[in-house]
T-cell receptor
Framework: ETGVTQTPRHLVMGMTNKKSLKCEQH?????MYWYKQSAKKPLELMFV???????ENNSVPSRFSPECPNSSHLFLHLHTLQPEDSALYLC??????????????????FGPGTRLTVL | GESVGLHLPTLSVQEGDNSIINCAYS??????FIWYKQESGKGPQFIID?????DKRQGQRVTVLLNKTVKHLSLQIAATQPGDSAVYFC??????????FGQGTELSVKP
């Protein structure tokens, strides 16, 4: 186990539903990340939070809404998703904060992911 | 453009043999590289990393080689075991501070 947990592990939702993904890290890290992993595509960074503050939104549609109430918890709120949003959503954390200007090279530790299917 | 890619989508090796997984990157300014292992149903797991001021780094049964001249990264796994079967990703830290991941190579170990 990496110290990063995600719930639920599997989620099936309709396009009109609202659901939330939860991530918790038990490592005392200061940065948390959401990634999307689609079949046969590289990991795509979605959001970055340093010390609970959002520092990166990688042009993600507004139907994905992140929330970071403290440095140990990260949520991804989902509403009116599309079938093409079906993917594995991965949470990660790192000790050092991520630096948009470069130089942030701290290793990221990933959770097991939530397999999302949008019908 | 900046991209990180792997030469082969799949690699099959015999148990006990050595495995070599390759990765090419295009951004010569990248200064940090990581290899991740992802088993079925799990998130990526850190294996080993290397900074651009090094050309080789060894871990337990794994070695990463960095050739900055040709912008090539490789992961060598010694005495490959069935438990090594997984998808392996390289990742590059580019000047934007983001980790850019390759598509992955699926390693299959035959008993």
């Amino acid at each position: 186990e990496t110290g990063v947990t995600q719930t639920p592990r599997h989620l099936v939702m309709g396009m009109t539903n609202k659901k939330s993904l939860k991530c918790e890290q038990h490592l005392g890290h200061n940065a948390m990340y959401w990634y999307k992993q689609s079949a046969k595509k590289p990991l795509e960074l979605m959001f970055v939070y340093n010390f609970k503050e959002q520092t990166e939104n990688n042009s993600v549609p507004s139907r994905f809404s992140p929330e970071c109430p403290n440095s140990s918890h990260l949520f991804l709120h989902l509403h009116t998703l599309q079938p093409e949003d079906s993917a594995l959503y991965l949470c990660a954390s790192s000790q050092d904060p991520w630096e948009p200007s470069g130089g942030g090279t701290d290793t990221q530790y990933f959770g097991p992911g939530t397999r999302l299917t949008v019908l | 453009g900046e991209s990180v890619g792997l030469h082969l989508p799949t690699l099959s090796v015999q148990e006990g043999d050595n495995s070599i997984i390759n990765c090419a990157y295009s951004n010569s300014a990248s200064d940090y590289f990581i290899w991740y292992k992802q088993e079925s149903g799990k998130g990526p797991q850190f294996i080993i990393d290397i900074r651009s001021n090094m050309d080789k780094r060894q871990g337990q049964r794994v070695t990463v080689l960095l050739n900055k001249t040709v912008k090539h990264l490789s992961l060598q796994i010694a005495a490959t075991q069935p438990g090594d079967s997984a998808v392996y990703f390289c990742a590059e830290n580019n000047v934007g501070g983001k980790l850019i991941f390759g598509q992955g190579t699926e390693l299959s170990v035959k008993p």
